[in-house]
């Protein structure tokens, strides 16, 4: 079976961006001495799912950095062309969550890194997420794009792990239980 699982910073007062997309504050605290854990985690994801401000955001890095086929939810987007540098690594769909995870099941994916705030919520809020890996960056921004969203019952976790490194960073693995 097909699981949905997130790796995914915020602020201390829970977002993932301020209100108009910036992340400067995120990228500030990037400390490249530290292993925060992506390579493990990402190791056995077989694709990534995330949303059109997170795709936008990460395509103004310039460089490509995912080694797995990336779908992007986006009304917006579906029937656009992908940029020519990004064929074949990227497709754009408008399929609801549900319908996204049974689409990369059929192409054989297991696990599937899902990222972008309002995705998250949205598999949250359909059941899609196995686990949560969110580093809390110690910095409060006062506004912006929370990771957590309304949910129509309360998600119970529990907590696996949890580390602090010497950025002043805190990160914590969670387990969706219902």
């Known amino acids: 079976m097909i699981t949905g699982h997130v790796f995914i910073a915020t ?12 992340i400067g504050w995120l990228l500030q605290r990037d400390d490249p001495d ?7 985690f990402i190791a056995d994801k077989d694709a990534i799912v995330m949303g059109r401000g997170t795709y936008e955001k990460v395509v103004e890095f310039g460089e490509w950095h995912y080694d797995r086929p990336v779908v992007v939810l986006s009304k917006q987007l579906q029937g656009s062309p992908v940029p020519e540098r990004l064929r074949g690594k990227v497709r754009f769909t408008d399929l609801a969550p549900r319908e996204a995870m049974q689409e990369l099941e059929r192409q054989g994916a297991r696990k599937v890194y899902v990222d972008g705030g309002q995705v998250v919520q949205s598999f949250l809020r359909e059941g899609l997420i196995a686990d949560m890996v969110v580093t809390t960056v110690p910095v409060l921004i006062g506004a912006g794009r929370p990771l957590f969203g309304a949910l129509p019952e309360d998600k119970d976790l529990a907590l696996v792990a949890s580390r602090s490194f010497p950025s002043g960073l805190v990160q914590s693995t969670w387990r969706v239980l219902a």
């Not at 602020?11 to 910036?22: E, K, N, Q, V």
């Not at 530290?34 to 493990?40: L, Q, R, V």
């Open 11 to 22: 602020s201390l007062d829970g977002y993932i961006a301020r209100p108009d997309g910036d």
């Open 34 to 40: 530290e292993d925060h854990g992506y390579k493990a």
